[in-house]
């Protein structure tokens, strides 16, 4: 597609609406390539962004995180970058600030908090809270 | 054994590719999402997908832009099941004809539904498809009731909770009928495999979808989906009150093998009050009142015969 | 082309609905998914009977309802296959939205029509009401007059439906036990000359291509819907220039001639009347006969291409008559009936300006004989020869009980 599908008239669109995710063919196994390798087209979601739904954000601290993965699987919105077992991070872009992560984090204290929106993630890593102790 | 690729623990299945993306329009915190990841990533095969119109469909294909990153069909509210065994028979006329090489391995067909498809608009055509055994496997995305229309009961809605078309009032404490039992119906249509299941216990669910996959004919799944916008829970509770469902046995998790023999697939260490459960959402908040407290105690009570009930099931095999 | 060749006779002697059926049997059809429903069962039963004696390298299901069965064929055509079903009245009303559905994703599918009643009350027999109830569905609508017809008509859908520049969904129509239960004469194509005039199936974006991941069905808020609706239409009526095409190309294979409007001794009519199916044959008697006995020139037109609805050609063929009767053959719930609107929305716009009525006539299988047609041309005779509609503008024929007419011509 050489047009941004905004300009396109009524009579360059795909008949019946149909929407294509990838750009031109594909030859390989999507489900053995990882996103970033892939050639989305534009009609993929995933080149929007609904970063703006959020009020509030996840920050991720990485020194306490132990990769259990659970963040990983409970995000609806495919917002936890999971790589070689290993988390490496929240994907902005798609995040709506459910706060399910922080929920589901099992590590004492918790490596996902919400914190405000406008909170720059360096300034959230500085207020991040000691580990409970038992009965707190 | 499986075919499917081999899923050990949690670790190693987050090294999944995932064919779902985000920017999708469902609500922050909603179950669909996570249920259909967890489906998706159950395996590396090709996948047909089909959806019923609904919470799914809707927030996932709004031109132009689609959240599928396989071929993927919607065509009305009843029909998702029916449109894939549309696909599935063709695939078979195409193989038979020699127009897909035989050594093309199969895709994996998969069709979602919410409870007001399957339950009710869609259930003749789900089980016209289970009847003429067609080989796929049809996920029901329950949150017992039309959550994509703003909340109207469905045959899936349990007694007591409020919805918009049988709100509780000062006469009315919501449903006034039980739940239909699913899972029973469809097994009884000789489905080779049935099975309940919940994204929170995500290992139980998992190996419940790669067992369908690995079934030939037609695989019915019904996966609890916590609605945090019309359960009316907080968005970052839907794994609190999805956990909340297993462990007080509202949501009991096992599988039909042929239709005769019954596996509970989970057993909590401890079964919480059912009075927990209902307390979590406040589309149950008016049965806390002496007016209607006896209601929750119809629900202990049934969910305790039912339990007995399965467990006896299992026993004799049957 | 099917593994087993069928050795068809030079001239058969099939029914309608058997028409539909070899035709279907003849293109190949990868998947039908179909329900029974009188009068149109038989061209399944048919088929099926094919199948079960190794004629058909396709699929067949049976499904549970007619919902189901077009459901099933959008869901295999747009896996990427030839499809087709078929159906009439109630069956024809319980699938409506799936017709829309097809059609607006543009999924190539052939629907034999037995054109029956709609109830209530409850009716078996020929009429065009479910004809006329996909009128807005967004489908090319082809008539067949006689079995012959059925069989070139469902022969050809497949062609047209198919065709690059069209890829949409077509009915193919014929009057359910006027034609669908009355055995003619046919003379069909061998299998394999069938066969390769409809070509093989051209894949577009299916889902069983995974090179090509897509997804179909999408939904459009108000700043996409209009462009797709508006594609379709498009698509639509461009599909006449394919259909014409398909005509002349088929001409060439069997000498068999058909035009998009069928006309009958209109060079030198005064009047006309325009209908559909099996009337039109039926009124080529009456029309003769009057001619030689009574010297009423007159003619019929009919819209044999019902959608695209070709109106130039309709108001062309209708210039040079002094009055046109349209003889619609469905209930018409409250106002004149489709083909009056179609023909007056034709003529409005056209120098010519013949007196139009409408007549109601055959409903839930009443016969239209030659006798009642050749008083229905003197009326129209009489009225053209006044220079006005004596009556008024709508008469329901043939009903028993006090005469049935309504709108007054105005300024009379």
New interface residues.
Partial sequence: MNKPINEM???E??????????EG???YN?AEIQPEDRFYSETSSQSMSVGDWRVIKPVWNSETCIDCQNCWIFCPDTSIIARNKEMKGVDYDHCKGCGLCVSVCPTNPKSLLMFEEYESVENALGKWPEKKKKGE | MSTQKVIKNLKSFSTAAERFEGSHLLCPGCAHSIIVREVLNATND?L?V?ASTGCL??CT????H?S?????????F??SS??????E??????R??G??SKDTPT?KFVTFGGDGSTYDIGF??I??CF??GHDFMYVCLDNEVYANTGGQRSSSTPIGASTTTAPAGSVSYGEKRQKKDIVSIMAAHGSPYVAQVAPNKWKDMVKKIQKGFDTKGPVFINAMSACTTEWKFAPNQTIEVSDLAVDSLVFPLYEIIEGRELNITYRPKNIIPVRDYLGAQPRFKHLFTPQFEYIIDEWQRRIDERWVFLQKREEIRL | MNSKEMNLKSTEVWDGNMANSQALRQADV??I?AYPITPSTATVENYCTFHANGYV???V?M???E??AM???????????R?ATATSSQGLALMI??LY?AS????PVVLCLVNRALAAPLNVNGDHSDLYLTRDAGWISIDAFSPQEAYDMTLMSFKISEHPDV?LPVISNQDGFMTSHTAQNVTPLKDEVATKFVGDYVQ??A???????????????QD?H???K???H??LMGSKKVIEETFAEFKELTGRSYKVVEEYRMDDADIAIVCLGSTFETAMLAVDQIRKDEGIKIGIVSPRLFRPFPLEEIAASLQNVKAVACMDRSAPGGTVGALYNEISGALINSPSRPLVTNLIYGLGGRDMTVTGLKDIFRTLDKDAKDGKINGKIQTLIGVRGPALEYYDVEGK
């Avoid at chain 1, 669109?13 to 990838?22: K, T």
């Avoid at chain 3, 459901?71 to 296959?81: N, Q, R």
Wanted: one cysteine or more; glycine letters at 10%.
């Fill in positions: 008239g009524w009579d669109l795909v008949p019946g609406a149909a929407l294509y995710s990838f063919d594909i030859d999507i | 090709n047909v089909s469909e809707v294909a709004i031109y132009p689609t599928w990153d396989c071929s993927w069909i919607h065509i009305g009843e029909n029916t449109a894939m065994a549309g696909v028979t063709m695939n078979k006329a195409l038979n004809k127009k897909i895709p003749q055509w089980s016209g009847e003429r | 990868d998947v998914a390298d396709g699929e299901i499904v549970e309802s919902h189901a459901s099933a064929c959008i869901g295999a055509g747009a896996a990427g296959g499809v939205e799936t559905q607006g994703m543009r999924i890829r577009l974006n889902l069983l291509n995974f090179d090509k991941p897509v997804t179909h069905g999408v939904q459009t808020e996409w209009f462009e797709h508006a594609k379709q498009a698509a």
